[in-house]
């Protein structure tokens, strides 16, 4: 029997309310800040309770940086690179954990690897890619020498010159964060506590590879599913660099370069309460999808833990 101590206990509890009260406290100076009005925001030192000005202030950074767009271009990006990232690692972690082929281990240990090489290390080679995405054609055509071969039967010159570029596009805000090691690694080593057994008994029924992932592997995988889901929603709403470099249109960007516009710079009149109140806006979207997922996030964390 485990004797508990009510000092502990005590002690405990207020560790964990001040922790609590200085994790929450640049919000509330963010709610107070964002609150105000420019005048009143910029007294010091700044006042300790909140204003009247928030729907104002709101109305205003609705309007000067056209939050709902970039609020929707946040959305469909964060939301496409979860669903990205999850159904390549599945997949991913499917081939290499049920079927037998050669140098399964070095792919998947070439994979885990790549956790070393983060967007910011390769930002120059993914934005040459994602501006020309025929560049890779035009390469093996030269490499390959079809195009001296077709010149010397036909007389003809083949050349592919052919632009196609995913600048400001959904696609090209996507495509190049949708791939994650350590996704594949965390399903990988969740499909290895299945018993062999349910896979040879799916074998017998006569099910296929893809009815045994879709009917058994992945209703089993919904805890960690919700768990990595709401870990990469966050993850591709908060990407600042990628965004900032592939878009050049406005309307293209997302919330987080968005507020960017708002910092005051130069000799502009600081509107830190626009700011304020824009950043506490943006972090509603992925409040309320943590709330709403939060029992499936930790039954998945507890479930991956075992």
Partial sequence: MIERASWLDAACHAILVVAALLTCLPLYYALVAGSLTTAEVQQVPLPFLPGGAFVENARAVWTRIGLGRLLLNSVIVALGIAVGKLAISLLSAFAITYFRFRFRGTVFWLIFLSLMLPVEVRIVPTFEAMTDVLMPLRLLVQLSGVDSLVQAMTGWRLEVSANWS??????????????????????????????????????????????????????????????????????????????????????????????????????????????????????????????????WFVKGLIESGK
Wanted: hydrophobic share 55%; aromatic share 14%; proline share 8%.
């Fill in 166 to 295: 995913l600048l400001n596009s959904y696609s090209g805000l996507i495509f190049p964060l949708m791939a994650s090691a350590t996704a594949t690694f965390l399903f990988r080593q969740f499909f290895l506590t299945i018993p062999d057994e349910l896979c040879d008994a799916a074998r017998i029924d006569g099910a296929s590879p893809m009815r045994f992932f879709w009917t058994i592997l992945l209703p089993m995988s919904r805890p960690n599913l919700a768990a990595l889901g709401i870990i990469f929603f966050l993850f591709g709403w908060n990407q600042y660099l990628w965004p900032l470099l592939f878009t050049t249109e406005p309307t293209m960007t997302t919330v987080v370069v968005g507020i960017k516009q708002l910092v005051p710079h130069g000799d502009s009149i600081p509107a830190w309460n626009l700011t304020m109140n824009a950043a506490l806006l943006a972090m509603l979207p992925p409040i309320v999808v943590v709330l709403l997922l939060q029992r």
